[in-house]
């Protein structure tokens, strides 16, 4: 994988080449059809996944929304340093690429890289809290949900 791949995911964007680099070593890289299911809700959340490239849809029981992500999307990455399951589904509407690094990988990149996989994990961090503050302001003011 290029380095200026891994520059599109703003999960990424703060690392030096030379720490992406280290993360793209242990990305392990996936197509999919239209119809595939890249995940279903309620299985073991096992790491972090990219979307390089098409369109992937999330879905959750119980609510009629459907959400889209695209490329530069980063699904999952609590799934480096929390056990859990998946709290939606995600299924391939248009072909996509995809890049999971998983939990696994992350625990050896810790040993091998550990300020790497620390700013990894804060910019996952970062990500979550901006959800989460987005899913509370949509609670307190309906109009401004942009989730």
């Known amino acids: 994988m290029k380095l200026s791949e891994l520059k599109r995911f703003a999960l990424l964007q703060e690392l030096s080449d030379e720490e992406r680099e280290a993360v793209g070593g242990l990305l392990e890289t996936f197509r999919l059809a239209p119809g595939e299911t890249l995940f279903r809700e309620g299985q073991e959340a096992d790491g ?15 609510s009629d ?20 399951t998946r709290e939606a589904s995600a299924e391939c509407v248009k072909a996509a690429l995809v890049h999971r690094l998983s ?14 996989a620390s700013r990894l994990v804060e910019a996952v961090a970062l ?20 989730l």
């Open 48 to 62: 972090l996944l990219l979307v390089a490239a098409g369109r992937i849809a999330l879905s959750a029981a119980g």
């Open 65 to 84: 929304e459907t959400g889209i992500v695209g490329p530069g999307s980063a699904l999952g990455g609590m799934a480096l340093v929390a056990v859990g």
């Open 103 to 116: 939990r696994e990988d992350y625990h050896r990149l810790a040993e091998d890289h550990p300020r790497v």
């Open 127 to 146: 990500e979550t809290a901006v959800q989460a503050r987005a899913a509370l302001a949509a609670l307190v003011d309906p109009a401004s949900k942009h």
